[in-house]
């Protein structure tokens, strides 16, 4: 049963259907699945995942039993936590409410125990008649029959509240049911989004869509999600849109991405046309997260410029100030790997009599600090790095180098497990006239043979203390996007932007400048953010955009 109504999920939907006449009584609909073992070997294998330790507010999983694992990972990150109620947001795949919304005050059995309803709630929601009507569609839709064994184990004693929302809805009717959803949905709430994503696409394709969805995720737009396209990028465009409205809303959640996969991974078997899978969790994500994640997702984290000369030297010799330091950042990174823009040389020894516009750093601080830090690639494509000529940036490669840093200047491809970051700088030496360093030769080497390996352009360029970009690199930023660069992240300005912005329809996400990370600039001038990023087996990446403190003003407190 389970496999027949996977491949019917994959046909295409009747054009017409039906209509739906609701026997009498309020019994609960009967079981749906009669196979036990695929919920319980599903929640077996996520059972190593660590829940959240800071409450979610939404997930989203798909409805796919083909990716049962992945609904049962959404579940067991929220698994932490209790919630008296769950809404459920899940497309009418089979055309059968006559209005744009259904709902059910009835129960439901399932292969593993029941699920009540909470009439209450639903009584409320019906309120809204001219748009959602009762329906017994759900005795057969798979988009909230596929949730509710995962629901009972992990939230027994929760009642839900199922929506099927008709694909007829255009963003206007979202709004509408955001706006009735809104007095149902309170900190005892959790929303699931019952949605797969990019359907009936060649893989390739599958991968591009689902690229554009994420990075419209990551960016929070609105705007953006309403643009998508049914089901190219999702089989329910309008649940992205009420889940990020509500969320940030009413909770000021933000999205974090832990999965996205795609039907071909499930088989050795060539699949002509594919749909695709996403986990998202939904949460405020505040200090002390424990950032689920698989073990097969590797996460690396970028951050923007750091020297260890000056008076940031001055305050990480004393005691327990880089402990302390060093200590607040790994519990944000989980010692997983950093990405850093060294700005400055490194030398044996610095003169005392270097003038402060010509950064330089100790090499046993510096070596250090990059180890303690786990630091997987060093950036020298910046304004700094020549600060004292080529025999300056040759003893930083030597420091480096002894100390197994890996690193990248100009035009320069720091080759990670599955991500290749390429350093770029429009910016020459300090005190320098020259600008305007990028040309499409330098531009050209974003081009990579593989296509499955995502590119990260690491860039310094704009004016300082501005987060806005000049009409250079928006014109830069355009020929990365031609080049394939999947990320774009910047630097020099010394102050961080506030989001990440998705280009060309979400074909990109940039962030324009990440600001300072261990600089000695004080938080009235300055600011910093750490870019996460995540990168997933069919070559597609998340990103998160993390605020970070001045490091410099915590040292000196």
């Not at 798909?62 to 497309?91: E, Q, T, W």
Request: glycine share 8%.
């Amino acid at each position: 049963m389970i496999f027949l109504l996977t491949l019917l999920a994959f046909l295409p939907l009747p054009a017409l259907a039906a209509p739906v006449v609701c026997p009498p009584g309020t019994e609960n609909f009967p079981p749906f699945y009669d196979d036990a073992t695929l919920f319980k070997g599903a929640m077996a294998a996520v059972a190593d995942v660590q829940p959240s330790n800071q409450r979610l507010t939404g997930i989203t999983v798909p409805h796919h039993l083909l990716a049962a694992d992945l609904v049962a990972l959404g579940f067991r990150a929220a698994s932490g936590f209790r919630y008296k109620r769950i809404v459920i947001l899940s497309p009418d795949h089979f055309h059968k409410t006559h209005k744009l919304y259904a709902t059910t005050s009835r129960g439901f059995d399932t292969v593993l125990g029941p699920v009540a309803a909470d009439i209450q709630a639903v009584r409320q929601l019906e309120t809204n008649g001219d748009i959602v009507e009762d329906s017994c569609l759900f005795d057969k839709e798979h988009g909230v029959r596929a949730m509710l064994p995962f629901l009972h184990h992990y939230f027994p004693e929760a009642k839900i509240v199922p929506v099927a929302m008709s694909v007829k809805a255009r963003r206007g009717d979202w709004d509408r049911l955001a706006e009735a959803l809104k007095p149902i949905v309170d900190q005892d709430t959790l929303i699931v989004e019952s949605t797969d994503f990019s359907h009936y696409l060649p893989q390739h394709e599958a991968r591009r869509f689902d690229q554009q969805s994420l990075n419209m995720l990551a960016a929070g737009s609105l705007d953006g999600i309403a643009m998508l396209r049914q089901p190219d990028h999702a089989d329910s465009v309008g649940e992205l849109y009420i889940q990020t409205r509500l969320q940030r809303e009413l909770f000021g959640a933000q999205p974090l991405v832990v999965a996205n996969e795609n039907s071909q991974e499930h088989t050795s078997d060539y699949v002509e046309r594919t749909t695709s899978y996403v986990v998202a969790l939904f949460g405020a994500f505040g200090p002390g997260f424990n950032n689920p994640a698989r073990p097969k997702d590797r996460i690396y984290y970028l951050v923007g410029d750091v020297n260890f000369g000056r008076a940031m030297k001055k305050i990480l010799v004393r005691d327990g100030v880089a402990d302390k330091i060093v200590e607040n950042i790994l519990t944000l990174t989980g010692s997983r790997p950093l990405i850093v823009n060294l700005e400055g040389v490194i030398l044996p020894n610095v003169p005392e009599a270097i003038d402060d516009m010509t950064l330089a750093m100790p090499e046993d601080l510096a070596a250090t600090m990059l180890k303690r830090l786990h630091v997987a690639g060093v950036s020298l494509a910046n304004n700094h790095a020549y600060d004292l000529g080529p025999s300056g940036y040759a003893e930083t490669l030597r420091a480096l180098d002894i100390a197994g840093i890996p690193h990248f200047g100009q035009g320069e491809t720091l080759a990670l497990a599955d991500l290749d970051l390429v350093g770029l700088t429009d910016i020459d030496t300090n005190g320098s006239k020259n600008v305007d360093l990028l040309t499409p030769a330098l531009l050209d080497r974003l081009l990579h043979e593989d296509a499955r390996r995502p590119v990260v352009a690491f860039v310094h360029w704009g004016r300082e203390y501005r987060t806005e970009p000049s009409a250079r690199e928006t014109m830069l930023a355009d020929e990365m996007r031609l080049r394939g660069a999947s990320v774009i992240v910047g630097g020099h300005p010394h102050v961080s932007s506030e989001a990440i912005v998705p280009l060309a329809g979400g074909d990109v996400a940039e962030v324009y400048s990440l600001g300072n990370f261990l600089f000695d600039q004080k938080a009235e001038r300055s600011s910093g953010s750490m870019l996460e990023l995540r990168v997933f087996a069919q070559g597609t990446v998340f990103t998160r955009l993390i605020p970070l403190p001045n490091y410099f003003e915590m040292g000196r407190k």
